[in-house]
């Protein structure tokens, strides 16, 4: 087949099927794209995530916030390399801040945090000291400690998976 010929088959199949890999929320996205649906191997052309586990955490927390109407996530912790990927990866529709979870933080920049903040994620399996995640858990007011989430777990996905978990969540009245 001619490259022109191959460029426009692949147009024409881009537009009627979706490749996707075998994760639930992939297979979900590629069926509600109202084109069918296909399985692919290897993972890395999945349409909706690369392959990449961390990528599709992102989108999956994206459509989490949008589905509530939020935009601004605190992340506490976090070595400086996670925080670059976590910049890199997650796009300006998400606002980020990212707090070194090893430089003492004040109060008020604590409370500034949670109040700026829909979901703040405490990363207590990463660089995080006490001194600093005590400003974030010494809290009196119900709709701060409504807002924050400990995380036990490692790696990006990991993290963005609690935050998935905690929006989809009946909100508190």
């Not at 590629?30 to 989108?59: I, T, Y």
């Not at 007011?141 to 978990?165: I, Y």
């Amino acid at each position: 087949m001619s490259n022109e010929k191959l460029e426009r088959a692949a147009a024409v199949l881009g537009e009627k099927l979706f490749l996707h890999c075998t994760q639930p929320e992939c297979l979900a996205f590629a069926q509600a794209s109202g084109r069918e649906a296909l399985q692919c191997e290897p993972r890395n052309f999945c349409q909706r995530c690369g392959g990449s586990d961390n990528s599709r955490a992102v989108k999956d927390v994206l459509d989490a916030c949008r589905q509530r109407g939020l935009s601004k996530l605190v992340i506490v912790g976090g070595s400086p390399t996670v925080r670059q990927e976590l910049e890199r990866l997650v796009p300006n529709e998400l606002e980020l801040r990212l707090v070194d979870g090893t430089k003492a933080r004040p109060l008020d920049q604590a409370k500034a945090d949670l109040q700026w903040g829909d979901v703040v994620l405490l990363w207590g399996a990463t660089e995080l000291h006490h001194k600093v995640s005590l400003q974030y858990t010494n809290l009196t007011q119900p709709e701060q400690k409504r807002k924050l989430v400990r995380v036990q777990q490692r790696g990006v996905a990991a993290l963005l998976q609690a935050a998935v978990d905690h929006l989809r969540k009946p909100p508190a009245t």
